[in-house]
């Protein structure tokens, strides 16, 4: 199954890091804004790493949460080296059984690969969002698109978004004059104006 195949298919809840402690746990980073959902629910899928192998269904037997990840024991895993062989496999859900969201939230894999349209001016397809950095605390997440061999962020804040059509896969949002070029290199004359500038205040600190 490929990597696109399975996207599709499934929902990512969390990624298995290494065993914790001796009876077949392992600790995960967690992938889902729902952890309180590993409560309710009992079976799920482990997916290999970079999809080599098929999927296989799994029993979480329990789990708890530790330091901003979660601790996952599986039914049948029950050593260090049967959790040791799950090390860098994905836990997932069918996607049609993901939690239910409102009208005005979205998923955040759901934003990747939407060609994002700044309607700013004009409309400029600025490329396919490639990746989705989590905000911390109250930032809000940045959508990762490449600008040139450059990365560009944009903060997916509401104030900016105009529309989001997850079946054109389109993304339409209104940015700030700006910042679309903050990552652009210099031109001449604004390398210019800056050694100039540079220059005017050597000439004042000398007076």
Known sequence: ????????????????IRTQGRHGELIADILTDFPERFAERRNVWLLPPAAKGAP???ELERHWLHKRRVVLKFVGVDSISD????????????????????DDAVY?????????IDETGGA????????????????????????????LLIPFAKAYLVSLDLDARVLRMRLPAGLTTINAPITEEERAAQQQASEDDGADDAL
């Open 83 to 102: 959790a040791t062989l799950l090390s860098g496999w994905q836990v997932a859900i069918p996607r049609e059984q993901r939690a239910w969201l409102s």
């Open 124 to 151: 400029v397809d600025l490329g396919p969002v490639l990746d989705v950095e989590r905000g911390a605390g109250n930032a809000p997440d940045m959508l990762v698109l490449k600008s040139g061999e450059d990365e």
């Open 1 to 16: 199954m490929s990597a696109e195949d399975r996207d599709r298919e499934f929902v990512l809840l969390a990624h298995l």
């Open 56 to 58: 296989r269904e799994a």
């Open 108 to 116: 955040v894999a759901d934003l990747i690969g939407c060609h994002l």
